[in-house]
């Protein structure tokens, strides 16, 4: 079996929405499935990994281009 992995395109999304809307596709995968969110919100890519940890989901990186976020998050 392959892992899952979903890419969520938020851009244009602000806060608290950018996190609402992960929240919502995080609970549709499955335990170790990968979740990458975009953002170009710069809050977003402080507080949404911060939320998720909080979850108790791991955030595996945040790669930045420009003023385009893309965060991945390996789901609990």
């Known amino acids: 079996m392959t892992e899952k992995s979903v890419e969520l395109d938020l851009r244009g999304e602000v806060c ?23 953002f170009d919100h710069a809050l977003a890519v402080s507080n949404v990994p911060k939320s998720v940890k909080n979850e108790g989901h791991a955030v595996l990186g945040i790669v930045q281009k420009d003023n385009i976020w893309k965060v991945r998050i390996k789901k609990a």
């Open 16 to 38: 608290p929405y950018t996190f609402v809307k992960t929240k919502l596709q995080l609970e549709e995968l499955e335990s170790g499935e990968h979740l990458t969110v975009i």
